[in-house]
């Protein structure tokens, strides 16, 4: 998907699934958006700290980090960059904690490409969460 609001924009995915990275690959190929990727919370702690990140993409089960903690984490250091949480553990975490960890969007695994696309374009221009629920 083309799209300008992406273009020469830094995300950060911290994943550990390569099945999810692999969709999130495509979901961005002809954005122009530049990806990092991130298996383990450390991981993505030091590639956020180390790089100029646009906004996080991060899923809240990890190998080695509690997800809201690494939300929280994130956002007191650079509270200006996004965070989109997704998560196929819907039943775990709730909209509200998410939101009081510091996340500035949610969205349900599994998700179809233009909602995960527009839910982070969403997250960039600092607008409103476009949904918290899932969407296929």
């Not at 982070?120 to 949904?131: I, T």
């Amino acid at each position: 998907m083309t799209c300008r609001g992406l273009l020469n924009k830094t995300i950060l995915v911290i994943e550990d699934s390569h099945v999810c990275t692999d969709l999130i690959r495509a979901y961005f190929r002809k954005s122009g958006a530049n990806l990092l990727f991130a298996k383990k919370g450390s991981e993505g702690w030091r590639l956020f700290m180390n790089n100029d990140v646009d906004i996080v993409l991060a899923d809240l089960r990890l190998p080695d980090t509690e997800g809201l903690s690494l939300v929280t984490r994130l956002k007191k250091s650079k509270p200006h960059i996004p965070v989109v949480v997704q998560t196929a553990c819907t039943f775990d975490y709730s909209r509200e904690e998410c939101k009081k960890a510091g996340c500035d969007s949610y969205i349900a695994k599994p998700y179809a490409g233009r909602v995960f696309i527009s839910t982070v374009l969403a997250a960039l221009e600092g607008k409103e969460p476009l949904h918290f629920k899932n969407h296929s």
